[in-house]
T-cell receptor, first 113, second 111 residues
């Protein structure tokens, strides 16, 4: 099945550093979503983007829906230890199977205190 | 808040056993999904359902079946469990064009 290209695969950073990750696709998406998965839990929705160019913040998190509609990024400012987890991007392409979400493979974030 | 509940957090089953993974959502969502998650492979869609008694194959349906007899409940069935089905299984639900709500996952080990 179709997948998004999410990078980087993993990040090891120091507490207080900023983090940036992104997703790209060869096809246009109408919706971009960012999820976080804590160890041993299911993914939880962080930010949803519905419009090209949209920039949305949720606390220290900022995400943008790319102008081309083929990419999105997520930034985390001033990271803290509880930011540890796997971050997934997801996109919805209405050309696909009845609008199902397509997921990236995830970015595993480790934060050193 | 929407809640998606998976009946077991951890399961250990023997090869060849029939395994049922249960998922219940409490917000009358039409759409429900089963994924498996493996390191380096991300989330892979097994089956999904848009309505009661409806089911559609995802990307990796082999070795699995599903049942949706009631709107709130979506069951994943491993007819004859094998060791390569050891994985984290995630259920999700959604209404229309919104994001998915996931359950906490079931970590299945087949020995």
């Amino acid at each position: 099945g179709q997948q998004l290209n999410q990078s980087p695969q993993s990040m090891f950073i120091q507490e207080g550093e900023d983090v940036s990750m992104n997703c790209t696709s060869s096809s246009i998406f109408n919706t971009w979503l960012w999820y976080k998965q804590d160890p041993g839990e299911g993914p939880v929705l962080l930010i949803a983007l519905y419009k090209a160019g949209e920039l949305t913040s949720n606390g220290r998190l900022t995400a943008q829906f790319g102008i081309t509609r083929k990419d999105s990024f997520l930034n985390i400012s001033a990271s803290i230890p509880s930011d540890v987890g796997i971050y997934f991007c997801a996109g919805r392409n209405y050309g696909g199977s009845q609008g199902n979400l397509i997921f990236g493979k995830g970015t595993k974030l480790s934060v050193k205190p | 808040d929407v809640k998606v509940t998976q009946s077991s957090r951890y399961l250990v089953k023997r090869t060849g056993e029939k395994v049922f993974l249960e998922c219940v959502q409490d917000m009358d969502h039409e759409n429900m999904f089963w994924y498996r998650q493996d390191p380096g492979l991300g989330l892979r869609l097994i089956y999904f359902s848009y309505d009661v008694k409806m089911k559609e194959k995802g990307d990796i349906p082999e070795g699995y079946s599903v049942s949706r007899e009631k709107k709130e409940r979506f069951s994943l069935i491993l007819e004859s469990a094998s060791t390569n089905q050891t994985s984290m299984y995630l259920c999700a639900s959604t209404q229309s064009s919104f994001g998915y709500t996931f359950g906490s996952g079931t970590r299945l080990t087949v020995v």
